[in-house]
């Protein structure tokens, strides 16, 4: 028999998954981060502030659609001790320009929108996938040195 901790912490890992969320990744700066605190013998979570969960479902663009798939993801993720941000790239060339004051192209894919990342060395995505295979959409460019040394030192 399985104890209650192996059980909890695989309903942990697959509740992505199980969201059926269209075109998911895992993805920005909390994957570099585990793994630069993993090479450096920290906690694997040690200053990380969220987890960035994209999906693409260009059906439905309007925010009721996209609230509804934030608050299903809110309780999935109760209780873990970290926060987890789950956002419809879909929609993002509706608000962008009002936020960061430049227009936005709307993204054919969570892969485009993982392309279009300002720092580069965070164009990466993963994802474990319902039948228990992880997939990973990786750098497609390389980060220009004086991004990647910014975020090395930060990180």
């Not at 906690?43 to 059906?59: M, R």
């Not at 009721?64 to 798939?69: L, N, P, Q, S, Y």
Request: proline share 5%; with cysteine.
């Amino acid at each position: 028999m399985r104890s209650v901790r192996t059980v909890s912490k695989t309903v942990r890992r697959y509740r992505t998954a199980q969201l059926g969320l269209p075109g998911w990744y895992l993805t920005a700066g909390c994957l570099f981060q585990a793994v630069w605190n993993v090479a450096t013998d920290r906690h694997p979570t040690s200053g990380i502030k969220d987890y960035d969960v994209f999906c693409f479902d260009n059906h439905d663009l309007s925010w009721e659609a996209e609230d509804a798939v934030i608050k299903a993801a809110d309780a999935a993720f109760a209780g873990l001790p970290a926060q987890v941000e789950v956002r419809n790239e879909a929609r993002v060339h509706l608000w962008y320009e009002q936020k960061f004051g430049v227009a936005c192209a709307p993204y054919a894919s969570t892969e485009a929108a993982i392309d279009s990342f300002t720092a580069t060395a965070c164009c990466l995505g993963a994802r474990l996938e319902r039948d228990g295979q992880w997939r990973v959409y990786p750098n497609p460019v390389l980060a220009p040195r004086a991004v990647y040394e910014t975020k090395t030192a930060r990180w």
